[in-house]
């Protein structure tokens, strides 16, 4: 559920080889005060490379390698696009508010679609789910090409989006061809960004003798990277939990994991830390003696903009069911916004 991401013939030019990934999130907010009543971004293999909100009303490019490759027509287009999506998602949230029954509060309404692509196995996938104030509301079947809704105040929309014929073509489409090859004409543009190797900076972190121990991996890309636990030299996996990987301000990413381990065990034991990213391994030693750690501060403006912009939305996303935006009808019934897909 959810929770408050042309065709080029690339060949040798090919980016890190492996499953790459174009993601829209779309974020309609209601009643919250000096902050944008839509935000819209793009990422591929987790790079944010577009951004639009409605106080800006332009959609501006985050990389270097989108920037140089898009003309003016590109950004023209697409600031369009924010700009209509804006208003449907205001008219979406009205709607939605009367059949849930609500005049007031915090209101979200929320879309996220795009494609995987695995370029050793030519794999392709689609998916497009949407939500309402933090659950799902709507999602497309890829298979079946036809909307489905997990709550009662859904099915009319639903209803409606399975009869528009014209609609259902456009998705089918998209998902088959333009978003796979928007992906792979991305992933050529931005190559020589996205395929580097930036290896993680590792620290045990201890804040007290009662305190979990922290195993902290940050500055690492691209973000797959796994944690482990040792206890003298052996696999040690019971009382551990690990994060998922959180974005830092500079592209690169940060992972935690925490090992709940008492004050006798970790005088007569020694406990460490590893971490393996791109095929290199890191070891970080943990013992009774180890000084006091500071605190980490998450990178909050990067946090806070992911909560903004819907990419730490969807529960769900984790399935990878299909995606594409659709648009309100004229009197306001339909309850997801229809708009034309981002290339």
């Known amino acids: 559920m959810f929770r408050h991401v042309v ?17 829209y999130f779309y974020t309609g907010v209601s009643g919250v005060n000096d902050f944008p009543e839509y935000t819209s971004v793009g990422l591929v293999d987790d790079q944010q490379f577009t951004y639009f909100d409605s106080n800006t009303k332009r959609t501006v490019p985050k990389t270097e390698w989108i920037r140089q490759n898009e003309g003016a027509d590109y950004w023209d287009r697409n600031t369009q696009k924010g700009i209509g999506n804006h208003q449907t998602f205001k008219n979406n949230i009205q709607t939605l508010k009367e059949r849930f029954n ?14 995987d ?12 789910k949407d939500g309402y104030d933090g659950e799902d509301f ?14 009662q105040e859904g099915f009319l929309s639903a209803q409606k989006l399975n009869n528009d014929k014209g609609l259902i073509e456009i998705n089918r489409n998209y998902f088959n061809t333009e978003c796979i090859d928007s992906l792979k004409k991305y992933l050529e543009f931005g190559k020589s960004s996205l395929q580097k190797t930036v290896s993680p900076q590792v620290s045990v972190l201890k804040k007290s003798s009662s305190s979990p121990v922290k195993c902290h991996a940050t500055g690492f890309y691209p973000k797959d990277v796994t944690i482990s636990w040792m206890k003298n030299d052996q696999e040690h996996h019971e009382d551990v939990e690990v994060g998922q990987p959180l974005p830092n301000e500079d592209g690169t990413f940060q992972k935690t994991s925490t090992l709940k381990v008492t004050p006798e065990e970790l005088k007569k034991n020694e406990f460490i830390c590893v971490v393996e990213h791109q095929g290199k391994t890191f070891r970080e030693i943990l013992k009774d003696d180890s000084l006091p750690i500071i605190i980490i501060v998450g990178v909050v403006l990067a946090l806070i903009l992911l909560a903004v912009i819907g990419v730490v939305v969807f529960k769900v996303y984790q399935k990878k069911k299909g995606f594409r935006p659709v648009n309100a009808s004229d009197d306001g019934s339909n309850s997801s916004a229809r708009t034309d897909p981002q290339a």
């Not at 065709?7 to 993601?23: D, E, K, Q």
Request: glycine letters at 10%.
């Open 7 to 23: 065709l080029l013939l690339l060949g040798a030019h090919l980016v890190s080889a492996g499953t790459h990934s174009l993601r």
């Open 102 to 115: 609500q005049t007031t509060g915090v209101h979200t309404f929320q879309l996220i679609y795009g494609c």
């Open 117 to 128: 692509w695995d370029d050793q196995t030519g794999e392709t996938n689609g998916f497009r």
């Open 138 to 151: 709507l999602i497309l079947d890829l298979k079946e090409m036809r909307y489905i809704s997990s709550v």
